[in-house]
């Protein structure tokens, strides 16, 4: 008799691979075939992880084609099952792989949309902290360079791919779906708001003002950044519509004059 | 984070199990459901459904059932998932919290199944050894659920009800008794339904489930799915009436995962099980009722009418939607028409 840490490592990779490589002496069904019910289990696993991410691709699953999708994913669901039962975290690693398989060699896109769908499922389960308003701030010295925080929720993604554009053309029954394929860098912004999700494009300016902001470096790199790339990058109107938006959380004053002081000190 | 909710303790009432699709609904609406029970899992995030559940929770008594926590597991609890779950409880501060009798997790995968244990010495000692972690972890007593199962191991040497009641002497965890699932093993596995049901330690039973089924012919073998993605049958709701009929009323959940329908259908669901148990508990009150009047017939006129009176519509609309809709309830519940003809 197998110790039972031994005999779930075999039923697990019996369940997973659709092969029963358990020995069907150790199992009994009453009077049914014990490797048919195993069959069970194996179609409970495939199909209810495949239903988790045909949830979180939707429009990856209308690029393809559901048939397909369910070939891709049972694949994927066997080579890499999920590492823990918190589901929300399932399908970080689908775009990957959907760029690996043979038949999508030709259409990058599809992988890069999917890529899109998984920074919406992540911004889904992202919290949602109040907003702050300039108003907030009337009375407050910030100093010269305050730093921002940002909605934990905000999600940022560049690709060579018009993949916003495929991603909005799928969310109506919009007729022309297919002139938008186009190899056309696409920076996209987004994050979410109540039970929604907001999306812009951006420019490459905001694109790396947002990302700075977003990665803690500061009202004053983020700027530079952004003026570096263009020298037109108008900081009033993206502070404006940085708050008009939500999407800042709080505003202080930078830390690095205080640790200049506590290091003479 | 403790303490932000006022406590709200589950009735022995029907309540349901709360599902996205409802969520707009209820908060809207805010509908009279005896309590709401949550996967804890769904909430471990930070979308927009925990802060529904936050507003929820202010108005209803809660249940976090876990789905994920394979207590079954020989390797032991995954450290993070626990912690998880001791926030989510921290969070929301249910009035109740379970788990399942079986695993889920194994050479590092998740399977997303409640696979079945091979009830022995061994597995005994190993789950027992889980949930003692996950009651000191909680800090309080959890409820554990029997299984659906489909297949059994040859080298068991216990069945399902004895391994939960001999867990329950050695953790003193509850139990949370699935009725829809007893069918399903029951039927799968081909033993006596109420014999299980019978087998277990009654006092330890601090919730029950209701669900539905479906029912799939492969070959020559009919096998139950439990697919929670239908009306509780009648078979489940005859079943549900020998437990009440045991134990007395109970927090009983409608759980319903798979093609989840109008809220209302889950509400009315949950408002058959309160009608059954009232009528089943009246039932009972007039049995006893009966015997008192025969021992004392001097006093004929002493009995309760206006009471009687009172208790007569749900057990009339009780027995009339049971032999309307599900006669399998009636024809297995004779006691029930006698009720109805002295009522009427």
């Known amino acids: 008799m197998l110790p039972l840490d031994h005999l779930q490592t075999t039923m697990a990779r019996a369940v997973l691979a659709m092969a029963p490589t358990i020995a069907a002496k150790a199992l009994t069904a009453g009077k049914a075939d014990p490797l048919a019910r195993l069959r069970i289990y194996q179609n409970n696993t495939r199909s209810s992880l495949t239903s988790v991410l045909m949830a979180v691709f939707p429009v990856t699953v209308r690029l393809v084609d559901e048939r397909f999708f369910r070939y891709a994913a049972s694949e994927f669901i066997r080579r890499h099952p999920p590492a823990e039962s918190r589901l929300a975290r399932y399908g970080a690693g689908f775009p990957r792989f959907l760029k690996s398989i043979d038949t999508l060699s030709d259409m990058p896109i599809v992988a890069e949309t999917a890529r899109l769908e998984w920074a919406i499922a992540e911004a889904l389960d992202a919290a949602s902290l109040p907003p702050r308003s300039l108003g907030d701030y009337d009375n407050i010295d910030l100093g010269t360079s305050p730093d921002i925080s940002v909605q934990p929720s905000l999600r940022l993604i560049v690709s060579h791919w018009s993949i916003l554009s495929v991603w909005t053309a799928h969310q109506h029954d919009a007729a022309d779906r297919h002139s938008s394929w186009a190899r056309r860098a696409e920076r996209v912004a987004l994050w979410r708001a109540g039970d929604n999700i907001r999306l812009i494009q951006l420019d490459r300016a905001n694109f790396a003002f947002l990302h700075s902001l977003k990665h803690g470096l500061g009202l004053e790199q983020a700027a530079g950044r952004a003026l570096a790339l263009d020298p037109g990058f108008d900081l009033v109107s993206a502070l404006v519509r940085l708050f008009g938006d939500g999407l800042v959380t709080n505003v202080r004053a930078a830390a690095t004059a205080h640790s200049n002081s506590w290091r003479q000190s | ?344």
Not at chain 2, 231 to 253: E, F, N, S
Not at chain 2, 297 to 326: D, G, H, N, Q, W
């Open chain 2, 1 to 344: 984070m403790s303490g932000m909710f006022s406590t709200l303790a589950i009735p022995a009432s029907a309540g349901i199990g709360l599902r996205s699709p409802h969520i707009a609904e209820m908060l809207t609406r805010r509908p009279s459901a005896g309590w709401l029970e949550v996967h804890a899992e769904n909430y471990m995030g930070d979308g927009a459904g925990v802060e529904a559940l936050e507003r929820l929770r202010q108005t209803y008594p809660l249940s976090v059932h876990g789905v994920g926590l394979s207590l079954g597991s020989a390797r032991g609890l995954n450290r993070d998932h626990l912690e998880r779950l001791r926030k989510v409880c921290e969070r929301f501060e249910p009035d109740l919290v379970s788990e399942h009798l079986a695993w889920s997790i194994a050479d590092g995968a998740y399977l997303n199944d409640l696979l079945p244990l091979r009830y022995d010495e061994e597995a005994l000692a190993i789950v027992a050894r889980n949930v003692e972690t996950l009651q000191d972890t909680l800090k309080r007593r959890v409820l554990i659920e029997n299984l659906s199962a489909y297949l059994a191991f040859a080298d068991s040497s216990m069945n399902e009800a004895e391994f939960l009641a001999a867990l329950v002497a050695r953790t003193g965890c509850g139990l949370l008794l699935d009725v829809n699932n007893v069918h399903v093993s029951a039927h799968n596995l081909q033993y006596d339904a109420k014999a299980f049901i019978d087998a277990l330690p009654a006092e330890a039973i601090g919730e029950v489930h209701l669900a539905g089924h479906a029912t799939n012919q492969v070959g020559t073998d009919t096998v139950l799915i439990d697919d929670h993605g239908s009306r509780v049958p009648p078979v489940v709701w005859a079943l549900y009436q020998h437990a009440i009929d045991r134990l007395g009323p109970r927090p009983t959940l409608i759980e319903w995962d798979t093609d989840v329908p109008v809220l209302d259908v889950l509400l009315g669901e949950a408002m058959w099980a309160d009608m059954l148990t009232a009528s089943i508990m009246f039932n009972r009150r007039q049995a006893a009722r009966r015997e008192q009047t025969t021992k004392a017939r001097a006093k004929p006129i002493c009995l309760p009418v206006e009471y009687e009176t009172k208790t007569s519509m749900p057990v009339l609309a009780a027995f009339a939607a049971a032999r309307s809709e599900r006669p399998s309830v009636s024809s297995q519940a004779p006691s029930l028409e006698e009720i109805y003809h002295a009522a009427a």
